[in-house]
């Protein structure tokens, strides 16, 4: 099994920064991708950033795209949302998620991805 725990967020204000972390522990072998997503009240969850495994192609929404950088520790088993310029719209529960499916891409789909954590709250006040 693989646990993900994210840690990081908080309410700041608009034009802040914040850089959220997702600390994996138990099987961190053969992860084949990671990838950031966010939940805003009565929305659906959305895909935010992601990186494949060997952190060689990254990928992000149109939206944070500019102002999100996304980046991985293999050392330390961790993966990181970095945020600038944030803005009331990025307020949500933040999730990073794992793929151990085979594969070399990286991936911006819910289903794509085997293990998630519980979640970050950001909230940025205007």
């Known amino acids: 099994q693989v646990q993900l725990v994210e840690s990081g967020g908080g309410l700041v204000q608009a034009g802040d920064s914040l850089r959220l972390s997702c600390a994996a522990s138990?099987?961190?072998?053969?992860?084949?991708?990671m990838g950031w997503f966010r939940q805003a009240p009565g929305k659906e969850r959305e895909f935010v950033a992601c990186?494949?495994?060997?952190?060689?192609?990254?990928s992000y929404a149109d939206s944070v795209k500019g102002r999100f950088t996304i980046s991985g520790d293999n050392a330390k088993n961790t993966l990181y949302l970095q945020m600038n310029s944030l803005k009331p719209e990025d307020t949500a529960v933040y999730y990073c998620?794992?793929?151990?499916?085979?594969?070399?891409?990286?991936?911006?789909?819910?289903?794509?991805?085997?293990?998630w954590g519980q979640g970050s709250q950001v909230t940025v006040s205007s």
């Open positions: 998620a794992q793929r151990h499916m085979y594969g070399s891409l990286c991936y911006r789909e819910i289903a794509e991805y085997d293990y």
């Open positions: 138990g099987r961190t072998l053969n992860v084949h991708g």
């Open positions: 990186i494949n495994w060997n952190g060689a192609s990254t």
